[in-house]
């Protein structure tokens, strides 16, 4: 009985920490390619902006110097 216990015990600690390490790489990885994502948009946020002024700098008649 003793035996089996800590038999049982062990594959628990042993689940859990398979359990944890599969949980630490998938939030890991989710938060990975979140932050691939807000980067592009940030820098199609960016890129779209800088379009948008250049686009009104024109459209005032002033000089565009990129």
């Known amino acids: 009985m003793d035996c089996q216990n800590r038999h049982s015990k062990n594959y628990q600690g042993l689940w859990e920490s398979v359990h944890m390490d599969y949980l630490r790489t998938t939030v890991l990885g989710t938060l990975n390619v979140l932050r691939k994502l807000v980067w592009g948009w940030r820098r199609r946020l ?16 002033k000089t565009i110097s990129l």
């Open 46 to 61: 960016v890129t779209t902006r800088a379009t948008i002024t250049a686009a009104q700098r024109a459209r005032s008649g």
